[in-house]
């Protein structure tokens, strides 16, 4: 079944630190894939996205994400976080077949001071 | 960038209440959007997917006559939960695209709902 598995429910980091969230896709061909960033009690917004071409995709915010199909993963990563970074952060791909987009289960990242 | 503008932003009333939820495309012409339904510290599920001018496809297990989805216009969905119970609070979030596939879905704020 074509899934989007995130396996980390929640990090924590310190300001500054460098960050790595994990995606891991399960397609036949290659998806269409996403990151999307949740504060509390607000909608989502789309930090980046891939379709094809360059692996490594630069967004907003500092945020940049690598596609390697070898690994059916697609992380996203900043070089050093700031406060504001606290939120709910989520990965998905686009099912051409459905029409649909299918998240990741979610990964709460938590910026210590 | 585009924006989704989702209305009202939290709801509550009394058991057996209708509640309507709006979700508007303000710069853009979205031919399709999505209804997602987010529990605590979960992820979105799709409810279903509109297309304007035609039924909406309900995910499996969504009862399409207690949550009507109407998509008469390029730029306006809405959300109609009937006879709301209190199993029906939630946040409902949409989303809207121009429907080509490879095109990000923009996201509302979402809706609180508070069924008493």
């Known amino acids: 079944a074509q899934s989007v598995t995130q396996p980390d429910i929640h990090i924590t980091v310190s300001e500054g630190a460098s960050l790595e969230l994990r995606c891991n896709y399960s397609?036949?061909?290659?998806?269409?894939l996403f990151w999307y960033v949740q504060s509390p009690g607000q909608g989502l917004q789309l930090l980046l996205k891939?379709?094809?071409?360059?692996?490594l995709v630069q967004g907003i915010k500092g945020f940049e994400a690598e596609f390697k199909r070898s690994q059916s993963s697609f992380n996203l990563r900043k070089p050093s976080v700031h406060w504001s970074d606290a939120a709910e952060y989520f990965c998905?791909?686009?099912?051409?077949?459905?029409?649909?987009?299918?998240f990741g289960q979610g990964t709460r990242l938590t910026i210590n001071p | 960038g585009a924006v989704v503008s989702q209305h009202p932003s939290r709801v509550i009333c009394k058991s057996g209440t209708s509640v309507k939820i709006e979700c508007r495309s303000l710069?853009?012409?979205?031919?399709?959007m999505f209804w997602y339904r987010q529990f605590p510290k979960q992820s979105l599920m799709l409810m279903a997917t509109?297309?304007?001018?035609?039924?909406?496809?309900?995910e499996q297990g969504v009862e399409k006559d207690k949550f009507l989805i109407n998509h008469a216009s390029l730029t306006l969905s809405t959300l109609t939960v009937t006879s709301a119970h209190p199993e029906d609070s939630s946040f409902y979030i949409c989303?809207?695209?121009?429907?080509?596939?490879?095109?990000?879905?923009?996201f509302g704020d979402g809706t609180r709902l508070s069924i008493l």
């Open positions: 891939y379709f094809s071409g360059d692996t």
């Open positions: 509109s297309n304007e001018g035609s039924k909406a496809t309900y």
């Open positions: 989303s809207a695209t121009t429907g080509i596939s490879n095109q990000p879905q923009h």
């Open positions: 710069d853009f012409q979205a031919t399709t």
């Open positions: 998905a791909g686009w099912i051409q077949g459905a029409q649909k987009l299918v």
């Open positions: 397609y036949g061909a290659t998806p269409y």
